[in-house]
């Protein structure tokens, strides 16, 4: 068993070593890439529209900055509240379609069979009126 495990070992090692030589160039191009680094910008728009006229004494700007951002984010809240009312709207609409489909079927059967037995009804008319016919000549 210990034979076995040994030539095992010996059957890998060229395919370690040359596993070794494809890879090693691959590393050292990665490590000599430099990474870009991620900075955080703080969010000093808001800070800016809310603390610069307020220390300026600017309180009507302030105001007006504040009325326009709550008029756009109660259009914004609208437009969301639209959007799912239309997608609930478009999911009840494709339940109702896909529910025709099977209402149709059902409904030309029922035409086709009203029609097979008027045909029917046609024909055994058509030969009872021949039948008397006959046995009127007779």
């Known amino acids: 068993m210990k034979e076995d495990y040994e030539d095992l070992e010996r059957a890998l090692q060229p395919l370690r070593a040359t ?8 590393k050292k191009e990665l490590q000599t890439v430099p990474r870009p680094t991620v900075s955080r910008r703080p969010e000093v728009l808001n800070d ?3 603390n610069v006229p307020l220390k300026m004494g600017m309180t009507d700007t302030l105001d007006k900055f504040q009325k326009e ?16 009312k ?10 109702h379609n896909d529910n025709y489909e099977p209402m149709l079927a059902t409904i030309r059967s029922k035409y086709e069979t009203a029609m097979k037995e008027e045909m029917l009804m046609k024909l055994s008319a058509t030969a009872y009126q021949t039948g008397l016919l006959r046995l009127r000549l007779s």
């Open 48 to 50: 800016f529209i809310r």
């Open 86 to 95: 239309l997608i609930v709207d478009l999911k009840r609409l494709k339940d």
């Open 69 to 84: 951002r709550d008029f756009h984010e109660m259009h914004h809240k609208r437009v969301v509240q639209e959007k799912n």
């Open 19 to 26: 596993e070794e030589r494809s890879t090693a160039p691959q």
